[in-house]
């Protein structure tokens, strides 16, 4: 039995549009029916090669079970061939449980008379200008979720070299030890290529200093004397590839291999040796989390490193799975343990509804960027994006600069020192705090007692 979650993950691992069908099918869940069937167009290049029925049992906790599917192509390709579903039951094909979409076409390339000839010749006849297409879309997307403009570059080059499936890798701007890899899929029936999610990684120690990179160095065995270098952005990469050598290898980090620093050394695939400043981020994995994207949409890059930071996240383009839109402040929850797809549950403070009103909260504060309605909005909406912006408050007519951090589960805001130190809030703001009032108001109340105690 499956949640709404591990079901759309199942039915995205296997090709389909995960999401739609999943909220689709949970929305049937208080109907009180015991199965479902869905109708779909599957992902595959055109979006209508086959019509699936997916049959649905459901179990208490909105817990979901597939029980099969039954599969085939829709009316108007079935036309191409001079064949109407009425004319052939045999077309419809039956699957126990949930097959891959290659599964499903194979089966059904089998049974429909020179499908197979038939379609490539058509992918084959529009592969051009799909190519250019996917390529426009993808790097729109990247564009859309914050990447950076040289992995659409490096996209490119994958993608015309002809590789199925590949990770490219990328950085988040700013002194964060933050990577990230882009998981690109090709599909199995044609060149068209996707992007469905990326993996975020937290990595403890110190980041690279700028134009910096780390580099795998081992003996060329086919030229005695010379070195071969691989070149990393990602720390974790590095790590990983470098574990994987059998022999002589070197770990370092640099501009280039004339200019690097060592941090671990291994002897006959023994390590032998790792710098101690390296020792912590070598042994401790990184923290991660898995980030599903669809046609662009989803977490931005930027969103994603505060996620894996710990920090909170708006959201305006959510949707519950009955098809409505919502707003709500996200955050990982990195206290409980992982799920089987070793990705944090998610907590989420919906808006209006919890009552975080996030510009009401920063009016309190004596905050010098809200006396601009240009700086407040900016203020406010990488506050959004789960960032951590330098502020000018005032403190007893003074001014000082303190880092701003959202805290939606209290409804507030946080200050802390650029060494991390927190700050008391209260001191910030424009009025004096209530506590601090009632305090006054009740030594108030004593001296007066006591005038009146003298009178008597």
């Given at each position: 039995?499956?949640?709404?979650?591990?079901?759309?993950?199942?039915l995205?691992?296997?090709?389909?549009?995960?999401?739609?069908i999943?909220?689709?099918?949970?929305?049937?869940?208080?109907?009180?029916?015991?199965?479902?069937?869905?109708?779909?167009g599957?992902?595959t290049?055109?979006q209508?090669?086959?019509?699936?029925?997916?049959?649905?049992?459901?179990?208490?906790?909105?817990?979901?079970?597939?029980?099969?599917?039954?599969?085939?192509?829709?009316?108007?390709?079935?036309?191409?061939?001079?064949?109407?579903?009425?004319?052939?039951?045999?077309?419809?094909?039956?699957?126990?449980?949930?097959?891959?979409?290659?599964?499903?076409?194979?089966?059904?390339?089998?049974?429909?008379?020179?499908?197979?000839?038939?379609?490539?010749?058509?992918?084959?006849?529009?592969?051009?200008?799909?190519?250019l297409?996917?390529?426009?879309?993808l790097?729109?997307?990247?564009?859309?979720?914050?990447?950076?403009?040289?992995?659409?570059?490096?996209?490119?080059?994958?993608?015309?070299?002809?590789?199925?499936?590949?990770?490219?890798?990328?950085?988040?701007?700013?002194?964060?030890?933050?990577?990230?890899?882009?998981?690109?899929?090709q599909?199995?029936q044609?060149?068209?290529?996707?992007?469905?999610?990326?993996?975020?990684?937290?990595?403890?120690?110190k980041?690279?200093?700028?134009?910096?990179?780390?580099?795998?160095?081992?003996?060329?065995?086919?030229?005695a004397?010379?070195?071969?270098?691989?070149?990393?952005?990602?720390?974790?990469?590095?790590?990983?590839?470098?574990?994987e050598q059998?022999?002589n290898s070197?770990?370092?980090?640099?501009?280039?291999?004339?200019?690097?620093?060592?941090?671990?050394?291994?002897?006959?695939?023994?390590?032998?040796?790792?710098?101690?400043?390296?020792?912590?981020?070598?042994?401790?994995?990184?923290?991660?989390?898995?980030i599903?994207?669809?046609?662009?949409r989803?977490?931005?890059?930027?969103?994603?490193?505060?996620l894996?930071?710990?920090?909170?996240?708006?959201?305006d383009?959510?949707?519950?799975?009955?098809g409505?839109?919502?707003?709500a402040?996200i955050?990982?929850?990195?206290?409980?343990?992982?799920d089987?797809?070793?990705?944090?549950?998610?907590?989420?403070?919906?808006?209006?509804?919890?009552?975080?009103?996030?510009?009401?909260?920063?009016?309190?504060?004596?905050?010098?960027?809200?006396?601009?309605p240009?700086?407040?909005?900016?203020?406010?909406?990488?506050?959004?994006?789960?960032?951590?912006?330098?502020?000018?408050v005032?403190?007893?007519?003074?001014?000082?600069?303190?880092?701003?951090?959202?805290?939606p589960?209290?409804s507030?805001?946080?200050?802390?020192?650029?060494d991390?130190?927190?700050?008391?809030?209260?001191?910030?703001?424009?009025?004096p705090?209530?506590?601090?009032?009632?305090?006054?108001?009740?030594?108030?109340?004593?001296?007066?007692?006591k005038?009146?105690?003298?009178?008597?």
């Open positions: 039995m499956l949640s709404v979650a591990e079901l759309e993950q199942e995205e691992e296997c090709g389909y549009d995960g999401n739609r999943a909220r689709a099918i949970a929305a049937m869940y208080d109907s009180g029916r015991l199965s479902y069937v869905h109708q779909t599957a992902k290049p055109d209508t090669i086959i019509m699936m029925e997916l049959s649905v049992r459901f179990h208490p906790g909105h817990r979901f079970e597939v029980k099969g599917m039954k599969a085939c192509l829709l009316t108007d390709r079935l036309a191409q061939f001079g064949l109407e579903p009425a004319e052939r039951p045999d077309i419809w094909q039956a699957f126990a449980g949930l097959p891959t979409i290659e599964q499903v076409v194979n089966s059904l390339q089998g049974i429909i008379k020179n499908e197979a000839l038939i379609f490539n010749h058509s992918i084959h006849q529009n592969l051009n200008s799909m190519n297409n996917n390529l426009e879309n790097k729109e997307e990247l564009k859309q979720l914050g990447f950076s403009p040289k992995v659409a570059g490096e996209m490119e080059k994958r993608m015309q070299g002809g590789a199925t499936d590949f990770d490219l890798h990328d950085k988040v701007s700013g002194n964060r030890n933050v990577d990230l890899t882009l998981h690109f899929k599909s199995s044609s060149e068209y290529y996707y992007l469905n999610k990326y993996t975020v990684a937290l990595n403890t120690g980041p690279l200093e700028e134009g910096q990179k780390y580099m795998v160095i081992s003996p060329n065995p086919q030229e004397g010379k070195n071969l270098v691989r070149s990393f952005e990602n720390v974790s990469a590095a790590i990983g590839y470098f574990k059998q022999g070197e770990l370092a980090a640099g501009k280039d291999a004339g200019h690097k620093v060592e941090l671990a050394r291994m002897e006959n695939g023994k390590v032998n040796y790792i710098a101690k400043d390296f020792q912590r981020t070598f042994r401790i994995p990184a923290v991660t989390q898995t599903f994207v669809d046609k662009g989803g977490f931005t890059a930027e969103q994603a490193a505060n894996i930071e710990g920090r909170a996240v708006f959201r383009d959510l949707v519950k799975l009955g409505e839109q919502y707003q402040w955050k990982l929850d990195k206290d409980q343990p992982k089987k797809y070793q990705n944090f549950s998610t907590t989420q403070f919906s808006v209006p509804q919890y009552g975080f009103d996030l510009k009401g909260v920063l009016e309190k504060y004596q905050i010098r960027e809200m006396n601009s240009e700086k407040a909005a900016q203020l406010q909406k990488t506050l959004e994006n789960g960032n951590r912006p330098l502020v000018t005032v403190r007893d007519g003074q001014e000082m600069k303190l880092h701003l951090e959202t805290s589960r209290y507030q805001v946080n200050f802390y020192q650029e991390g130190k927190s700050e008391k809030r209260e001191q910030f703001l424009k009025e705090a209530l506590e601090q009032q009632m305090k006054l108001d009740k030594g108030k109340g004593q001296a007066q007692e005038e009146m105690a003298v009178n008597r």
